[in-house]
Antibody, heavy 121, light 108 residues
Framework: EVLLVESGGGLVQPGGSLRLSCAAS????????MHWVRQAPGKGLVWVSR????????TYADSVKGRFTISRDNAKNTLYLQMNSLRVEDTAVYYC??????????????WGQGTLVTVSS | DIQMTQSPSSLSASVGDRVTITCRAS??????LAWYQQKPGKAPKLLLY???RLESGVPSRFSGSGSGTDYTLTINSLQPEDFATYYC??????????FGGGTKVEIK
């Protein structure tokens, strides 16, 4: 069974930092591209970032570029999102998701349960 | 960036009804479209990809169609467990992956 479990969310002040983790199991993590998607309270889904299978290629939404860094440790089957210079508007539930085996960006077939990040003074 | 517009934003329906949700892309996306279902407090769940391919384990009452810029999710014979919010997502031109604004299906 594929399982993605996020952790690391919490309350942080504006300008602060947080690192999210996503522990993967039940599939060959090192073979799959991974994404972070967020959802502000009561709002829709917004794509945040993507990393390819070996970590050599990453992409970001304009809203987080230069502030967030996606990375992975394939030996630990874990995906990360380092979030710096956090803003109130970054408040959201953050989901990690695995991508279908497509050879390029495509659909997201498995999702974690999400971790809530609240940015507030 | 490709913009995805869903309609309606919400609808009320009864068990057994046929429900149709539309997703329009700001440019052609060549069937590079996925549909997700999200229930309150839960993660999204993939229903269909490539516009019309049913994900494994998803009931056959869900179907997708469309081409070019216009796509449709149809739920035949709505069941109690289908009341949720549905999102479309394009992956034709990335980054970014872009989602529609969502359609909330409520009980009439």
């Amino acid at each position: 069974e594929v399982l993605l479990v996020e952790s690391g969310g919490g309350l942080v002040q504006p300008g602060g930092s947080l690192r999210l983790s996503c522990a993967a199991s039940g599939f060959t993590f090192s073979s799959y591209w991974m994404h972070w998607v967020r959802q502000a309270p009561g709002k829709g889904l917004v794509w945040v970032s993507r990393i390819n299978s070996d970590g050599s290629s990453t992409t970001y939404a304009d809203s987080v570029k230069g502030r967030f860094t996606i990375s992975r440790d394939n030996a630990k089957n874990t995906l990360y999102l380092q979030m710096n210079s956090l803003r109130v508007e970054d408040t959201a539930v953050y989901y990690c998701a695995s991508m279908g085996y497509c050879g390029g960006d495509c659909y997201l077939d498995y999702w974690g349960q999400g971790t809530l990040v609240t940015v507030s003074s | 960036d490709i913009q995805m517009t869903q309609s309606p934003s919400s609808l009320s329906a009864s068990v057994g009804d046929r429900v149709t949700i539309t997703c329009r892309a700001s440019q052609g996306i060549s069937n590079s479209l996925a549909w997700y279902q999200q229930k309150p407090g839960k993660a999204p769940k993939l229903l269909l990809y490539a516009a019309s391919r049913l994900e494994s384990g998803v009931p056959s009452r869900f179907s997708g169609s469309g081409s070019g810029t216009d796509y449709t999710l149809t739920i035949n014979s709505l069941q109690p467990e289908d009341f949720a919010t549905y999102y479309c997502q394009q992956y034709y031109n990335t980054p970014p992956l872009t989602f529609g604004g969502g359609t909330k299906v409520e009980i009439k």
